[in-house]
């Protein structure tokens, strides 16, 4: 019996690095330098922000050197397009489309749309089926799925709450 198994690493704006996960430098967006650079090279604080976490993950991407990387930023992945072709790497791109961002997706291997009405845009902008697939990032679960059944009496007497009287939460 074969089993495929994969390390996973997650490359991070924000937090600390342990094990597989690491936390890569760069110009924030919502922050003073951001600011004033975008003042600067006439770019958005989020371009910026996303051309500095490309190249100080550079190091990191040749250290570890994937198979695949998966990418929620559009112009994350151009640049990281633009990596592979210049250095002749092997990793393919995995484009997870959320903003959503329309066709042609051109720079990247494959497409994760979240919806069937981007698959039918990426459809129509010439993206063929087999570049494409429906994976939506929610899962939908009936009542029935949920195990769970909570002990009332007991959680509303622990949050002070009254025993008779109908609660509303918004």
């Known amino acids: 019996l074969k089993t495929n198994t994969y390390e996973v690493y997650l490359l991070k704006g924000k937090g600390s690095s342990k094990g597989n996960e690491k936390s890569i430098i760069s110009i924030k967006r919502n922050g003073k330098l951001a600011n004033l650079l975008s003042k600067l090279v006439k770019k958005s604080t989020y371009d910026l922000e996303q051309y ?46 959320g903003a959503p961002n329309g066709p042609p997706f051109t720079r990247c291997d494959h497409v994760q749309q979240l919806l069937p009405c981007h698959y039918e845009t990426g459809l129509e902008g010439g993206t ?14 009936s009542k029935t799925d949920i195990t769970f059944t909570p002990n009332v009496f007991f959680l509303r007497n622990k949050l002070n709450l009254p025993q008779d009287k109908k609660i509303v939460i918004s």
């Open 52 to 97: 500095s976490f490309f190249l100080f993950s550079i190091p990191s991407l040749l250290k570890i050197k994937p198979g695949i990387i998966i990418y929620s930023d559009f112009i994350l992945g151009v640049m990281l397009w633009y990596l592979r072709k210049w250095l002749n790497l092997d990793y393919k791109l995995l484009f997870s489309n």
């Open 128 to 141: 063929p089926p087999d570049k494409q697939s429906v994976i939506p990032y929610g899962i939908n679960m």
